[in-house]
């Protein structure tokens, strides 16, 4: 009896330390930092979801520069961290090249498609939530004019931007619609005085909302709509809270559900690798609607949005992906 | 023409607003640099006044007591620097590339350590920030043309740091050509000897050129965070310091001129924001990345063929000791 109880005993510890191996996820965030209030932050949020609900403990690792990307990864698998959670577009060609020497480890990569046995990609269709918020932005200016932001100057902001446009226009006929670029490199992500800036030149032409699409920028074009009295229209996490009453409404991307998902996934041995591409019919792209932003939503927009978002899901009316065919036609 | 006049003004309303920083750092650099102290650090010192007026400016709710403490912890590394290069005759250069340093990563260890949000500071609102101030009778003259609007939108409606750096070029003159202190202030740049033989003490007058570096650095490094922008960022500072001493260079070390080099370095960067993606008469629509790279391709042309010889104070970075 004594004898099988310590068998039981090791038996049972051996188990739950193998357990406890098993799972060593990690996740490299990318430049513009885990404290983005956007892209980054909402990964942030869904791992942290994950380690409050399992009390697993994930690593991390935050690139400063472009060059940490691969390093990182690869550090990260070498450690026998498994999955390793890979944040960003521009993390792709650095992944892909550690994914090949790891084939035993499970990578997943969000916002960009690596082909590979052991890579999930996780893709939104970003173009579909733009297009509802260019909707709101269009039946809320007063001036005909609205206005976008990007970060970094890539496809997929050009994305965000052709479906705000098409959104746009699709409530307001002949509206206005204004588009900069942050800039061309990697800090573009977190440049808010440039993001400000650049806001204050778009409200002098006219526009009243407007879209940013930057990363950590955002908080500069956010301030300076604050300030000017205009609207803003976040993204990727909800930031209506940091100003409301000039917040409209923010794109959320949920990435924090991706990316718990992901971790979720490999524990429960869900996990797949390939595709997932997440649109408005699966829930992955959002318009934001709460205490913040209420008092500034009408009910005629509201129908509106739901309308549209209704008719997006049934196929009734196509946003136009710029990623497809590098064109705009909305712009 | 009145499109034309708006963008015109707002351009012009975007390089006052863009230039404070630069004027404020190169005033600060020209009392250094005068006195015979190279002050590479001006971007450092900038940095940290940044980060503690946001700290300041959300702990207590006020945007004064941020910049008292901006030019507190400025001033304090202003004599940090003056402490290795005046009294331990250190290397000039070296010493301020360490203030540089050591600014970029305290800030953003202190940041996590304090405000636990990635080495940003909370966002400020209120009177925790330096807002806009509408000048006596802006609104009463905004419908007169031309004038009216030059008045109402470009020179009202700034916040007090936009116009205390104005006012500061102007003092910086003062100080430096008309007063006692300037005139030694500018001898112990060009020859430190004969300002000792006169029994003035070398020490104590560059250790006062410091000071004042310091405290205009503390300025400008609220501007940056408390009204600008509503938050400490990491690496807000962007090279601003680097590029007012550039433009004290570009300005011959002499406060009108540099600030017309800062006045220019900004009219150029609010340029770029705003002629991005705009369709100009006859050229068309300019690619963003011509627009991104004409600051620095403006630079080197006046720099080669309209400024002449930049001559630096004669003494400058050679530490004074008395034996020689």
């Not at chain 1, 990609?121 to 990007?150: C, D, N, T």
């Not at chain 1, 650049?198 to 300030?227: E, N, P």
């Amino acid at each position: 009896m004594k004898r099988q109880l310590i068998m039981l005993t090791a038996a049972v510890s051996i188990a739950s330390s193998a357990m406890a191996a098993e799972l060593k996820p990690a996740v490299v965030f990318d430049m513009g930092g885990k404290f983005d209030k956007s892209f980054n932050q909402g990964v942030y949020e869904g791992v942290e979801q994950f380690r409050n609900e399992t009390g697993i403990k994930y690593r991390e690792f935050e690139v400063t520069n472009p060059s940490q990307r691969e390093q990182a990864i690869r550090k990260m698998a070498q450690r026998k961290s498994n999955p390793v959670l890979a944040i960003g577009f521009a993390q792709a060609t650095a992944l892909e090249k550690v994914a090949k020497d790891f084939p035993e480890t499970k990578f997943s990569i969000i916002d960009a498609v690596v082909d590979l046995p052991n890579v999930q990609s996780i893709v939104f269709k970003e173009h579909e939530g733009s297009f509802l918020v260019g909707l709101l932005a269009a039946m809320k200016s007063e001036s005909k004019a609205v206005s976008f932001i990007g970060g970094m100057d890539i496809p997929l902001i050009r994305r965000f931007n052709c479906g705000f446009a098409q959104g746009a226009k699709y409530a307001v006929k002949d509206i206005k619609v204004i588009s900069n670029m942050t800039g061309s490199t990697p800090s573009a992500w977190n440049d808010p005085v440039k993001g400000g800036e650049l806001a204050r030149s778009q409200f002098d032409r006219g526009s009243d909302v407007v879209f940013a699409a930057a990363g950590g920028t955002g908080i500069g074009v956010y301030q300076a709509a604050k300030d000017a009295g205009k609207f803003a229209i976040g993204v990727d996490s909800n930031q209506n809270h940091i100003h409301p009453g000039t917040m409209l409404t923010s794109m959320i991307k949920r990435v924090n559900v991706a990316a718990y998902n992901t971790f979720k996934g490999v524990q429960d041995d869900t996990w797949k690798a390939g595709f997932n591409v997440l649109g408005l019919a699966e829930g992955g792209v959002a318009w934001a609607y709460d205490e913040h932003n209420k008092a500034l939503i009408t009910a005629e927009m509201k129908a509106a949005v739901d309308q549209a978002k209704a008719d997006i899901i049934a196929g009734k009316i196509v946003v136009h992906d710029y990623m497809s065919d590098s064109k705009c036609p909305s712009l | 023409m009145s499109e034309f006049l708006t963008i015109m003004l707002s351009t012009f309303d975007a390089t006052i607003r863009v230039s404070t920083p630069l004027i404020l750092c190169a005033m600060a650099g020209l009392f250094s640099e005068r006195s015979g102290i190279v002050d590479i650090g001006l971007e450092g010192k900038m940095l940290a006044g940044a980060f503690a007026a946001a700290a300041v400016a959300s702990v207590t709710g006020s945007a004064w007591l941020g910049l008292l403490g901006a030019i507190g912890v400025a001033i304090s590394m202003s004599l940090l620097h003056g402490f290795a290069c005046i009294t331990h005759k250190g290397n000039q250069v070296v010493s301020g590339l360490a203030i540089n340093i050591l600014a970029s990563g305290l800030t953003v260890t202190l940041g996590i350590a304090w405000f636990h949000q990635g080495g940003q500071t909370p966002l400020l609102s209120g009177d925790a920030r330096f807002l806009s101030i509408d000048l006596p009778g802006a609104l009463a003259v905004e419908n007169v043309p031309v004038l009216g609007a030059i008045y109402s939108q470009l020179i009202s409606g700034h916040n007090a740091l936009v116009y205390l750096a104005f006012i500061t070029v102007p003092v910086t003159w003062w100080v430096v050509y008309q007063t006692r202190f300037g005139l030694r202030l500018r001898a112990v740049g060009e020859n430190p000897q004969a300002v000792d033989t006169a029994g003035i003490s070398v020490f104590w007058l560059r250790y006062r050129a410091v000071i004042c570096a310091g405290l205009l650095c503390g300025i400008a490094g609220a501007y940056l965070s408390t009204a600008q922008n509503a938050s400490f960022i990491r690496e807000m500072s962007a090279g601003k310091g680097y590029i007012a001493l550039a433009a004290l260079i570009f300005g011959k070390w002499r406060p009108k001129t540099a600030l017309l080099a800062c006045l220019l370095f900004g009219f150029l960067e609010a340029l770029t924001v705003r002629l991005e993606g705009v369709p100009l008469p006859l050229i068309g629509e300019v690619p963003a990345q011509l627009m991104q790279a004409l600051p620095y391709i403006l630079t080197v042309i006046l720099l080669a063929g309209f400024i002449g010889k930049a001559t630096a104070p004669k003494a400058i970075g050679i530490p004074y000791s008395k034996e020689r």
